[in-house]
């Protein structure tokens, strides 16, 4: 494993230089042997292996890297590391986290309040505040890291001071921290074989992703690239990076549009930019394409419910994802044992039928609404399923309400 982590690391420094500066993935990750992807999913429960497809371009997986941690008492500190809270789906997260706090420091099992930063992508400021937070009492620090090697000293630090680091949708190719959310690669090409199979496997496709170079943009990337290549028919015309910001996605996708005359006919797109790409297609003259979506945000539900769409989305709001996070760490302050350094889930997925009633449970929302359409429970699977990455511990008291 050593062997990976080494290869891993410079790939990824090598995709988030060519990100950065040009829009663009130099290289793909080393595929690990046959031997070594065995050594790696035999950490993870059986009956979730199969969402850890092509999990090498995410983040290695390995074992657990809090053998050695001892819980520390409470009250506890949760804290919050973000590389960008300005967007909606980083502050439900954010939002959610303090729900879940304020529940367990009524109980007199955290402190009142959950510090936070935001480093507005810029990894330097985001290891600084990292590293701020981990000496300034954190016990848990929950981080949506910018890169997915640029907090690794400070996670190493972290850990040697006996500090939890968890990172949400966004893991880290480092062993010292625990990764929690979804298999980019796995979503990726759900969106993408969905848009495929719409357009009966002919037509012009656009990808319009996130922040170039960090490792769910690149899962994400591949993994709907893997399934348009199952299609001779379907030609990728190009890829956007709207950072997952929907002026920002609007706007690159208005220059994308006026210098690209071409049909499209669909596009895959990886969250909170949908509604702003369908606008972007109105300003330009263009009709609507078939469309896919990584998230759930209440504008493009509300839109979809408006236009009549025919479309797919992933159930994946800020806060659900949140919720997991804060159960995992309830898990390890509760002296359970992970078996790996990556939980994985699935991501429901909701289509037409599914995202009308979802439409109904959030009376009022609009195409311009910046709430999350979550399932009412904020879960995004069972509490047991992750329980199966953990060993020994004591039940979780008082039970996480979200």
């Known amino acids: 494993m050593t062997r990976l982590w080494s290869a891993l690391r ?4 090598t ?11 130099a290289a793909e990750p080393p595929e690990p042997s046959k031997a070594e992807q065995q050594a790696a999913l035999a950490n993870v429960p059986s009956h979730a292996r199969q969402y850890y497809d092509h ?23 949760f804290c919050i590391n973000d590389s960008m809270l300005g967007t909606s789906w980083r502050t439900d997260l954010l939002n959610e986290v303090k729900k879940l706090n304020a529940q367990y420091h009524a109980a007199g099992l955290t402190k009142a309040e959950v510090l936070s930063t935001d480093s507005n992508n810029n990894i330097g400021v985001q290891l600084t505040q990292f590293n701020n937070l981990s000496r300034q009492g954190c016990n848990v620090i929950i981080s949506t890291p910018s890169n997915p090697t640029g907090l690794c000293a400070g996670m190493k630090d972290a850990l040697e001071k006996n500090v939890l680091s968890i990172t949400v949708q966004s893991p880290v190719n480092c062993p010292y921290a625990m990764n929690v959310g979804s ?10 074989e969905w848009v495929a199979k719409a357009l009966k496997g002919k037509g012009n496709v656009l990808i319009l992703s996130g922040v170039p170079g960090i490792s769910t943009t690149i899962g994400l990337e591949a993994g ?19 950072f997952w910001n929907e002026a920002t996605s609007k706007t690159e996708m208005v220059k994308w549009l006026a210098t690209h005359p071409q049909k499209l006919d669909g596009i895959v797109s990886y969250g909170d930019m949908a509604v702003a790409a369908d606008e972007a297609l109105a300003q330009s003259g263009r009709p609507p394409v078939m469309q896919a979506d990584g998230t759930n945000e209440c504008a493009y539900i509300a ?9 797919l989305a992933l159930l994946a709001g800020g806060g659900s994802n949140g919720y997991e996070a804060f159960y995992v760490a309830l898990k390890m302050l509760n002296g359970a044992k992970p078996t790996t350094n990556m939980v994985w889930f699935p991501l429901p ?4 039928a599914s995202a009308e009633k979802l439409y109904a449970a959030y009376p009022g929302i609009t195409h311009t609404s910046s709430c999350w359409a979550d399932a009412p429970d904020h879960h995004l699977v069972a509490d047991s399923y992750i329980d199966a990455f953990f060993k020994g511990g004591k039940k979780i008291e008082p039970k996480p309400n979200p």
């Open 224 to 242: 709907s690239k893997a399934a348009f290549a199952k299609y001779p028919g379907i030609k990728i015309v190009g890829t956007v990076y709207g």
């Open 349 to 352: 997925a909701l289509n037409d």
């Open 183 to 192: 298999n980019q690669y796995y979503g990726g090409r759900e969106l993408a």
């Open 10 to 13: 410079a790939a990824s420094l």
């Open 55 to 77: 999990y090498w371009y995410n983040a290695p997986v390995g074992g657990n890297p809090y053998a050695n941690w001892t819980p520390p008492p409470p009250p506890w500190q």
């Open 15 to 25: 995709l988030c230089l060519a990100g950065v500066a040009g829009y663009a993935i």
């Open 303 to 311: 839109y979809w419910h408006e236009k009549k769409l025919h479309t």
